[in-house]
């Protein structure tokens, strides 16, 4: 395997399951991202993990739940999620050389999605 | 914080046409601009980046961008269009805050024979 993976690449679910997300990088990265790529809207930032620090964006509901066991893998967690949660998830990485300095981020690479509908 | 204009959200060439697609960039800091096409079913794929070398840079697949500071932009061009060019570019600009790279809503290019 190379670069960014993810599974499943499709994903149908009910409002009442639990499902995960899996993320796989290859690239020897130290940081990694959850993105929601949704029709007519720029890509969102859900969290980051960058040298074992997570940051996420305030905005995304407690129904996501990110998690990041090493350097290499990132699991994003669904829980009772709606209806307009239906979205292509994106996964990425990218080396951070200088951390908590807007210099030290490099350019990011992705992996190829996760359409997610909820019924 | 910085942001990125794309204008057009669909572009439509000939095969063998010349492409342009607009970006417009506001930052508060000096710039690094990105391109990422995303083909049907596919992630971003990095085309090509501008850290403040040169201001035309080359990309793969044909295609470059100039960084222009006068007009805030970075449009991204390649002489002329494959049918397997077909697919969304986003232009996308490095933030000092949360959301690292900031993307534009995209620009959907379309290639008739």
């Known amino acids: 395997e190379t670069g960014v993976t993810q599974t499943p690449r499709h994903l149908v679910m009910g409002m009442t399951n639990k499902k995960s997300l899996k993320c796989e990088q290859h690239?020897?990265?130290?940081?990694m991202y959850w993105y929601k790529q949704s029709a007519k809207k720029p890509l969102e930032l859900m969290f980051v993990y960058s040298l074992e620090e997570r940051v996420e964006n305030n905005s995304v509901p407690s129904r996501f739940s990110p998690e990041c066991p090493n350097s290499s893998h990132l699991f994003l967690h669904l829980h009772t999620l709606q209806p307009e949660d239906s979205a292509l998830y994106l996964c990425a990485s990218s080396q951070v050389h200088a951390p908590r300095t807007s210099g030290g981020y490099n350019e990011q690479f992705f992996g190829p999605g996760t359409r997610l509908t909820v019924l | 914080a910085q942001s990125v204009t794309q204008l057009g959200s669909h572009v439509s060439v000939s095969e063998g046409a010349l492409v342009l697609l607009r970006c417009n960039y506001s930052?508060?800091?000096?710039?690094?601009l990105f391109w990422y096409v995303q083909y049907p079913n596919q992630g971003l794929q990095l085309l090509l980046k501008y850290t403040s070398a040169a201001t035309l840079v080359k990309g793969i697949n044909g295609f470059e961008a100039e960084f222009k500071k006068s007009e805030t932009s970075f449009h991204l061009t390649k002489p002329s269009a494959h049918m397997s060019d077909a697919a969304e570019y986003f232009c996308?600009?490095?933030?000092?805050?949360?959301?690292?790279?900031?993307f534009g809503t995209g620009t959907r290019l379309l290639v008739s024979p």
């Open positions: 690239l020897g990265h130290n940081a």
């Open positions: 996308a600009v490095r933030n000092t805050g949360f959301q690292k790279l900031v």
């Open positions: 930052s508060s800091v000096p710039p690094y």
